[in-house]
């Protein structure tokens, strides 16, 4: 302890500028032992994984073949993948149903916290019912949709749909993938209607205001100032909603455990299957390689776009 | 911040119609509700007997009973009962929390109030474990715990739940550090204050309410995990999600009983989630947006 309070001097002179902070010498070592338990254990509980999935991704390593010889290395679990269909299917599912059911909550999203911003009756009310769908637990939502709302005979979207002579779908069976892209839209709207109303709250009136003196029309205002400013909190809400839609497992699994066929087999489900039905450890590994490298070279150039993430103060400073 | 909405709303307000006003309330109203309808359908059926929950021709009036519920809670029909996977969520979802706000307080810190010299790219780091896929690690992890033999512990969920959550509690945590006066902290060194008095005695009760959101943070994702829990745990570790799952039957009327569990499985979520909404989207953006 004695050793932090020594340090002070440095420390005030990296208060003064975070981005000249950490003057080398012994300060730097007090500064950094703080972060050196959760370093560590990130490290070790995600990084080494990965390194093991890429080491198995060399391997002819089947559960269901313990003795078999593993032949490592191998590129004969790579091999299978570029040949399998399944594999691109799975590849364009998962393209589909993160684009379309993240672009849709945006548009939904920031459309509910337009009509949100305004003067209605039990404002506050209706904000807490329309973050619902977020907080309910998706595995018991997806149940809940599968059995008493989808369900071609009990769901009550059926009888909803009747009177428009649409009684009698079999959504699960044959519209598996607009039934769950309209799922994930369900459950993601919420965040971006949370996001969408940050953003409109932290507009300034007096902008506003000089437009409407100005005679801009609605329309006008909303392109040339609200979508300006709302377009940081939009490409945040993109960024974060991708990076867990794609990941889509629990609506799949529960809702339509990937099919009729593959139709909604997503690379999550896949690998899922591959390694946990299959037992295919090798192959499993290899298409998770593929889908990290992928993620890190898509997410990098996203991340480099959303500089609010990285800026020091929250976007109300911006 | 209701002040300044009420503020800000009042001119375009004034300038729109009545009936433009009229119909875009209601407009609002309908949508929210489409929304929210899933939600109150869940908890409606869950209030039913069977026979008024499995019908084709849904019952919008009927006799609210708690049956379902309590046979939910006690087990009927060869099926488990609901407390021991509760219990599994709690002590898991609890743990977790815990270890991820030691192991994230003194990490924001580092990246924040004193920070380090590539405070960027250890933030960079952070957020990229979260984007990287689970699936690319379940394999792996399957392989270790079962070598290990934690296969189906709680342990291994709390720690796995822990890494999960570790990186949001961080952005979040350092988010919530930069509004602390710089004045009070220096004021705490002149003090002769060590980094854990500083700590404990002014930079937390500051930061109080930013720890609890980042806590309910915590809690809201450990508590709906599914993916995790359904491929490493089937017994004695398995959460309420996999109970969820597991009574689901081929057969036979359960929607009643479905929507019942469903309800007591969302309940403590939507709860904490409803009284801190305010925090909830700093959260979720990872402290992006205050």
């Known amino acids: ?318 | 911040m209701k002040r300044r909405q009420r503020h800000q709303r009042s001119l375009a307000d004034r300038q729109a119609t009545p009936l433009t006003r009229l119909v875009l309330g209601l407009l609002t109203w309908i949508v929210v509700l489409v929304f929210f309808f899933p939600v109150l359908w869940m908890v409606l059926t869950g209030l039913k007997t069977e026979p008024d929950a499995d019908t084709s021709t849904p019952h919008f009036i009927f006799k609210p009973t708690f049956a379902e519920y309590a046979s939910v809670w006690k087990g009927a029909g060869g099926l488990n009962s609901l407390p021991s996977y509760l219990e599994h969520s709690i002590l898991i979802t609890i743990l977790s929390t815990l270890i991820v706000l030691l192991l994230a307080l003194p990490a924001a810190y580092a990246l924040s109030i004193r920070p380090v010299t590539k405070w960027r790219d250890v933030l960079f780091f952070f957020i990229s474990t979260k984007m990287l896929p689970i699936v690319g690690a379940i394999i792996p992890l399957y392989v270790i715990a079962r070598d290990l033999h934690v296969l189906d512990h709680q342990r291994l969920l709390v720690i796995l739940y822990a890494a999960m959550n570790l990186p949001i509690a961080v952005w979040m945590l350092r988010s919530f550090l930069l509004e602390v006066p710089r004045s009070v902290i220096e004021a705490a060194w002149v003090d002769g204050a060590g980094l854990v008095r500083q700590m404990r005695s002014v930079i937390l009760p500051i930061i109080s309410p930013g720890l609890a959101a980042t806590a309910l943070i915590c809690f809201i994702f450990a508590w709906n995990e599914f993916f995790l829990a359904v491929n490493l745990t089937t017994v004695n570790a398995a959460t309420v999600p996999i109970y969820l799952v597991g009574f689901v039957q081929p057969e036979g009327p359960f929607l009643a009983h479905l929507s019942a569990a469903a309800t007591i499985a969302c309940l403590p979520v939507l709860i904490a989630g409803w009284a801190a909404q305010d925090k909830l989207v700093r959260g979720l953006s990872m402290g992006a947006v205050k």
């Open chain 1, 1 to 318: 302890m004695a050793n932090v309070i020594d340090s002070a001097p440095a420390i005030r002179q990296g208060r003064a500028s975070t981005k000249r902070a950490g003057a080398p010498g012994a300060g730097s070592w007090v500064r950094r032992a703080p972060l050196v338990p959760a370093l560590v254990f990130m490290f070790l509980v995600t990084q080494i994984p990965f390194v093991l999935t890429l080491y198995y991704s060399f391997q002819r390593y089947n559960l269901n073949f313990p003795t078999a010889p593993r032949d490592f290395p191998t590129a004969w679990n790579y091999e299978q993948i570029f040949g399998d269909h399944i594999f691109r299917t799975a590849v364009l599912n998962t393209v589909l149903l993160t684009v379309v059911p993240v672009v849709a909550s945006v548009v939904f999203g920031v459309g509910i916290a337009l009509l949100l911003n305004r003067h209605v009756f039990g404002r506050g009310f209706l904000r807490t019912l329309i973050i619902s769908p977020f907080l309910v637990m998706p595995a018991a939502a997806a149940l809940v949709w599968k059995f008493t709302i989808l369900d071609t005979t009990f769901g009550i979207l059926n009888w909803f749909l009747r009177p428009f002579g649409l009684g009698s779908e079999n959504w699960i069976g044959q519209h598996s993938q607009i039934t769950v892209m309209t799922f994930l839209t369900w459950q993601w709207t919420p965040f971006m209607v949370l996001l969408a109303l940050a953003g409109l709250q932290s507009q300034g009136e007096d902008q506003l205001e000089a437009a409407r003196v100005d005679g801009a029309s609605t329309f006008r205002i909303f392109q040339r100032i609200t979508l300006p400013q709302l377009r940081p909190y939009i490409e945040l809400g993109v960024l974060l909603g991708s990076i867990y839609i794609v990941q889509a497992f629990d609506s799949i699994y529960i809702i339509t455990q990937g099919g009729p066929s593959t139709d909604t087999t997503n690379l999550p489900y896949y690998i899922y299957q591959t390694a946990f039905q299959a037992y295919d450890i090798g192959r499993a590994s290899a298409m998770a390689v593929i889908v990290v490298i992928a993620t890190i070279l898509i997410a990098t150039l996203a991340l480099r776009a959303v500089s609010s993430l990285f800026s020091n103060e929250g976007m109300e400073g911006r």
